[in-house]
């Protein structure tokens, strides 16, 4: 007979990935040694291998995947029914946006009013490489997320709210700066300034590429839209850039040609977990933003 126990034990070690991290980030004390007990007797009553060590990483086995999978919604649903029943006057809202921020960015307006109207919520945003979003969002680091729509995870649901174009940017008196609808293969034959791997927009214009049997030759790349214009005003080469991308100054000698016939829409939108409690501060969050985007 499943120890409920026992099982909540396992859930922690399985979440934070290990006895150490658990047994800090327990409700409730518990040393690391008797922890690793308490899990083994689990084992032991099941009659199974739930993990296993591998130098210093803890990993889960099938069994424990298959497991830890299970209970992962009761014990969810048991954090935010507390949260629910203690009238949501308390919490963190920890929201997440893939780097460089489109969304969340200048929303001084927003999370200002989000606190007057829920003082006893902590509010945190956080700037996260697209490649790791939806790790934190599967592993419930994080409440909500923002960034661009990836192939979609199982358990995720993704929530359109805007998309732009693509545009690509080239010094004034390029070739292909006066060009409306230049071709693939047209700017495959320059050097190119991108956004560095990892990113959407990099993952998203590579397959474009490839689906063209064709191989963009990067000159530079950076996580840095700052240096991309820099890059590009000094002649490095041509850059693919999101409509959203930070302008440079007014005075800044580069040319735009709008590329979305080659590259799509981007779209940028909200990311979360279909199985996990919402609390209401966190709908007032995402109502609060819509009204100051309208």
């Known amino acids: 007979m499943l120890n409920l126990r026992q099982l909540e034990y396992f859930y922690y070690v399985s979440k ?94 927003v999370f200002s009013l989000f606190r007057a109207r829920h003082p006893g919520v902590q509010l945190s945003i956080l700037e996260r490489p697209w490649a790791t979003l939806l790790n934190g969002v599967l592993e419930g680091e994080v409440d909500i997320a923002f960034g661009s729509a990836p192939e979609l995870r ?41 956004l560095d791997r990892g990113t959407a927009d990099r993952h998203h214009i590579e397959s474009r590429f490839a689906e063209h049997r064709l191989s963009p030759r990067v000159a530079l790349e950076t996580s840095s839209y700052n240096l991309i214009n820099d890059a590009v005003e000094d002649g490095l080469g041509l850059a693919i850039v999101n409509a959203l991308w930070p302008r440079p100054p007014s005075a800044a000698p580069l040319a735009t040609s709008n590329v979305s016939h080659l590259f799509g829409k981007k779209q940028i939108g909200l990311f979360r977990l279909t199985s996990r409690y919402v609390p209401p501060y966190v709908r007032s969050f995402l109502s609060i933003l819509r009204e100051a985007g309208e």
């Open 16 to 109: 934070y990935g290990g006895f150490t991290q658990a047994a800090r980030r327990l409700p409730f004390s518990i040393q690391q040694p008797a922890l690793s007990v308490k899990v083994k007797a689990l084992e032991e009553n099941l009659g199974v291998k739930l993990y296993q060590v591998i130098g210093r990483r803890f990993r889960l086995t099938p069994a424990g995947e298959q497991l830890y999978g299970a209970i992962v919604p009761f014990f969810e649903s048991l954090d935010g029914l507390e949260r629910h029943l203690k009238g949501e006057e308390r919490g963190r809202l920890i929201i997440a946006e893939a780097a460089p921020m489109l969304i969340l960015k200048d929303r001084r307006d």
């Open 154 to 194: 199982g358990g995720i649901s993704f929530e359109e709210w805007t998309e732009t174009d693509y545009l690509l940017l080239c010094p004034a008196g390029h070739p292909l700066s006066g060009s409306s609808a230049p071709a693939l293969a047209d700017i495959a034959a320059h050097p190119l300034v991108l």
